[in-house]
């Protein structure tokens, strides 16, 4: 971070020489361990014959990759809705944290430290089981992507929140000394500048809403991972279809992370 005068300002002390001498020795050596272990998982495979041809050569047949292909765009459909249902929840949670009413903040900090507590599989269970029980009952793409959103909301909110913390109070004082009241500075000052400097987050956090999607198989939502299970079973060969499963998601993880990276330099 530097400072207005040009002085650069760190967390913490640069590292000297010897410092980045172990640095560089202990990087190496993860390198050498990491490399070391990949060559034992691989040789442990082909030990066990999983790295036989018998079980990869369904992925070479177009009828199984469809059935693959399926399940990540079931996966990317519930990311999308749960997102584009979440981000806007949050945003709105956040701004009711930083609301001048009490009951206001109260409400939403109650909703935010709920969902914040409760894990994801046990609002799962409660809309697989609990809620039938009363009567209510969703299709399984909404007991799936409702509990996604209901906690992502909470994690979003606070990411908001903070970022609005962040920005320098002289930006709402500018904006009240124009006569803008707190409920027009929030929306059409503070909450845009402080939405532009959260993309990258906001994206990063989708990472983490597509890894929640992997649950689907607990309502039996035909996602990805649910998709490799009934495959892998059908082939007798669970472990290359998980491993190709798994590809995919580290695919998409990646092609997100590289997007929050890209847009991190781009922010001014």
Same mark, same amino acid.
């Given at each position: 971070?530097?400072?207005?005068?040009?002085?650069? *300002?760190?967390?913490?002390?640069?590292?000297?020489?010897?410092?980045?001498?172990?640095?560089?020795?202990?990087?190496?050596?993860?390198?050498? #361990?990491?490399? +070391?272990?990949?060559?034992?998982?691989?040789?442990?495979?082909?030990? *066990?014959? =999983? $790295?036989? &041809? @018998? =079980?990869?050569?369904?992925?070479? =047949?177009?009828?199984?990759?469809?059935?693959?292909?399926?399940?990540? @765009?079931? !996966?990317?459909?519930?990311?999308?809705?749960?997102? #584009?249902?979440?981000?806007?929840?949050?945003?709105?949670?956040?701004?009711?944290?930083?609301?001048?009413?009490?009951?206001?903040?109260?409400?939403?900090?109650?909703?935010?430290?709920?969902?914040?507590?409760?894990?994801?599989?046990?609002?799962?269970?409660?809309? $697989?089981?609990?809620?039938?029980?009363?009567?209510?009952?969703?299709?399984?793409?909404?007991?799936?992507?409702?509990?996604?959103?209901?906690?992502?909301?909470?994690?979003?909110?606070?990411?908001?929140?903070?970022?609005?913390?962040? %920005?320098?109070?002289?930006?709402?004082? +500018?904006?009240?000394?124009?006569?803008? !009241? *707190?409920?027009?500075?929030?929306?059409?000052?503070?909450?845009?500048?402080?939405?532009?400097?959260?993309?990258?987050?906001?994206?990063?956090?989708?990472? &983490?809403?597509?890894?929640?999607?992997?649950?689907? /198989?607990?309502?039996?939502? %035909?996602?990805?991972?649910?998709?490799?299970?009934?495959?892998?079973?059908? /082939?007798? #060969?669970?472990?290359?279809?998980?491993?190709?499963?798994?590809?995919?998601?580290?695919?998409?993880?990646?092609?997100?992370?590289? !997007? #929050? +990276?890209? $847009?991190?330099?781009?922010?001014?």
């Amino acid at each position: 971070m530097t400072k207005p005068g040009g002085e650069i *300002h760190l967390l913490f002390d640069p590292p000297g020489p010897r410092a980045r001498r172990r640095i560089r020795i202990a990087t190496a050596v993860s390198l050498v #361990a990491l490399a +070391a272990l990949l060559a034992l998982a691989v040789r442990q495979f082909a030990a *066990h014959g =999983q $790295l036989d &041809r @018998g =079980q990869w050569w369904m992925f070479g =047949q177009w009828p199984v990759l469809r059935f693959l292909l399926d399940g990540l @765009g079931e !996966t990317l459909l519930a990311t999308a809705v749960a997102a #584009a249902l979440a981000f806007p929840l949050g945003g709105l949670l956040a701004l009711g944290r930083l609301s001048r009413h009490r009951w206001t903040r109260a409400v939403a900090r109650t909703y935010v430290e709920l969902f914040r507590s409760v894990p994801l599989l046990l609002l799962l269970y409660v809309f $697989l089981f609990a809620l039938p029980g009363i009567g209510l009952t969703f299709p399984v793409f909404w007991q799936l992507v409702i509990p996604i959103v209901l906690g992502n909301a909470a994690v979003v909110a606070e990411i908001v929140r903070a970022g609005v913390l962040n %920005l320098p109070r002289g930006q709402t004082e +500018a904006a009240y000394s124009l006569g803008m !009241t *707190h409920r027009q500075t929030m929306w059409h000052v503070v909450a845009p500048q402080a939405l532009r400097a959260l993309v990258p987050a906001l994206v990063s956090q989708l990472v &983490r809403l597509l890894k929640d999607s992997t649950l689907g /198989y607990v309502v039996s939502y %035909l996602e990805l991972l649910h998709q490799a299970k009934v495959l892998g079973e059908y /082939y007798h #060969a669970v472990l290359s279809t998980y491993l190709v499963a798994a590809a995919c998601f580290i695919a998409v993880n990646a092609a997100l992370s590289r !997007t #929050a +990276a890209w $847009l991190e330099a781009r922010r001014p």
